[in-house]
T-cell receptor, first 114, second 115 residues
Framework: NAGVMQNPRHLVRRRGQEARLRCSPMKGHSHVYWYRQLPEEGLKFMVY????????ESGMPKERFSAEFPKEGPSILRIQQVVRGDSAAYFCASSPETRTTEAFFGQGTRLTVV | AQSVTQLGSHVSVSEGALVLLRCNYSSSVPPYLFWYVQYPNQGLQLLLKYTSAATLVKGINGFEAEFKKSETSFHLTKPSAHMSDAAEYFCAVWPPMDSNYQLIWGAGTKLIIKP
């Protein structure tokens, strides 16, 4: 059973370009979470999704950021018109139905905006 | 609102010394509690978890944590630090009554091991 897969591992974008980060949850997991980790800071929750639904996006910036988790395929975190401040590590985690188990994390995507 | 406090953004111990990383949560009802470790340029991996069974929880790599309801704490310990323990450690909480179903995270503690 493969773990949570994120790709790409590293992504470089010029200011103004779009960044697309992908996350494939573990098999059988229907909950996906996206987190951002800025240098020297802890994890910040961005968004929580279930299949085809955004459950909680309270941590998402109001502009330029969006997320989806379609019925088929990976979850996508999309950042439009990237700025230097978007440079960070973005982690995806997935979990099954019950909260008594842990969330499983991907290796992260390190976004660098130049 | 739920919160998790990790005391000390950096903790430095000598190799072979006791490791103690502190975590306190705010909840009137015991939540589920987790410690995760993040090695440089890696994702997070679970060290151990408390889900209302035994209050002393043993995890991987010789770590353990004790849930103390009276102190609303879940401190992480290891009797003897090893150089390979140098990493960042995060405490996290599933609030038991949280309808949003999301982990609440501490800010993290970087563990530095001195030779």
């Amino acid at each position: 059973n493969a773990g949570v897969m994120q790709n790409p591992r590293h992504l470089v974008r010029r200011r103004g370009q779009e960044a697309r980060l992908r996350c494939s949850p573990m098999k059988g997991h229907s909950h996906v979470y996206w987190y951002r980790q800025l240098p020297e800071e802890g994890l910040k929750f961005m968004v929580y999704l279930q299949k085809e639904n955004i459950i909680d996006e309270s941590g998402m910036p109001k502009e330029r950021f969006s997320a989806e988790f379609p019925k088929e395929g990976p979850s996508i975190l999309r950042i439009q018109q990237v700025v230097r401040g978007d440079s960070a590590a973005y982690f995806c985690a997935s979990s099954p139905e019950t909260r008594t188990t842990e969330a499983f994390f991907g290796q992260g995507t390190r976004l660098t905006v130049v | 609102a739920q919160s998790v406090t990790q005391l000390g953004s950096h903790v430095s111990v000598s190799e072979g010394a006791l490791v103690l990383l502190r975590c306190n949560y705010s909840s009137s009802v015991p939540p589920y509690l987790f410690w995760y470790v993040q090695y440089p340029n890696q994702g997070l991996q679970l060290l151990l978890k408390y889900t209302s069974a035994a209050t002393l929880v043993k995890g991987i790599n010789g770590f353990e944590a004790e849930f103390k309801k009276s102190e609303t704490s879940f401190h992480l310990t290891k009797p003897s630090a090893h150089m390979s323990d140098a990493a960042e450690y995060f405490c996290a909480v599933w609030p038991p009554m949280d309808s949003n179903y999301q982990l609440i995270w501490g800010a993290g503690t970087k563990l530095i091991i001195k030779p």
